[in-house]
């Protein structure tokens, strides 16, 4: 089981130059704006109010980095996508700022997408799962306020979001609550299981 002891801010960046260095795994949390990406890392950290929340959609505006366990991995924070009260000229920053840290990021292990458990995924959900699909990440899918449905509901909706954003069998669909602080559990043993993997791997073809 993965324990997370140790987490702190390690850098803030809006562009590549400030990234922080290659050397660890990093696994990034990806949704639209409001979804629950900064609570959802508070959960998961067990800390607080590292990732800034807010009841006003669009609160972080840039990718932060987070290190865990002395920089055994990294959790990074993305900005939100499609929230449409934010300029034009803003949001297509931000989906520069997301996109260009997908698509050239070598260490990055995995991306967590986050859906809102209550709805059907938007077709930005959908274009950003296919195209993490496409990339040849696994698929891992978060669902969050499961707080706000009822185990009926639920179950009628992660057929919904398994069959929007196309999930084969073997993609991961996990509901969360960072309000009960459910589901975190079975996140934190795949994460987990991401991190052992990555590490192996890493020492295995690294030989001196
Ligand atoms: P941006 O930074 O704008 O992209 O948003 P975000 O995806 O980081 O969302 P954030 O974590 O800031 O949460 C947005 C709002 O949803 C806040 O008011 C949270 O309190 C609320 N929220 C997040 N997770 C849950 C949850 O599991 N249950 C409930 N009921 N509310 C939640
Ligand atoms: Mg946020």
């Given at each position: 089981m993965m324990k997370i002891k140790k987490s702190d801010l390690l850098c803030i960046a809006a562009k590549p130059a400030q990234y922080p260095g290659t050397d660890t795994m990093e696994i990034a949390f990806a949704g639209r704006?409001?979804?629950?990406k900064s609570s959802l890392i508070n959960l998961l950290l067990g800390r607080k109010n590292l990732a800034r929340v807010s009841?006003?959609?669009?609160?972080?505006?840039t990718i932060n980095f987070y290190t865990i366990n002395d920089d055994q991995f990294r959790v990074v924070d993305l900005p939100g996508y499609g929230y449409a009260k934010v300029s034009k000229s803003l949001s297509a920053e931000w989906g520069d700022m997301i996109e260009t840290y997908l698509k050239q990021r070598?260490?990055?292990?995995i991306v967590v997408q986050l859906v809102d458990s209550r709805h059907e995924p938007s077709a930005l959900d959908v274009q950003m799962y296919e195209w993490l699909k496409a990339f040849g990440m696994d698929g891992l899918v978060v669902a969050t306020k499961?707080?706000?449905?009822?185990g009926n509901q639920w179950a009628k909706n992660k057929k919904a979001i398994r069959s929007k954003l196309g999930m084969a069998p073997e993609d991961i669909l996990i509901p969360v609550s960072a309000l009960k602080k459910t589901g975190t559990g079975e996140l934190l043993d795949v994460i987990g299981q991401i991190v052992e993997g990555w590490h192996a791997e890493t020492e295995g073809g690294d030989q001196e």
């Open positions: 704006s409001n979804v629950g009841g006003s959609p669009g609160k972080t505006r070598e260490n990055l292990a499961a707080d706000k449905i009822s």
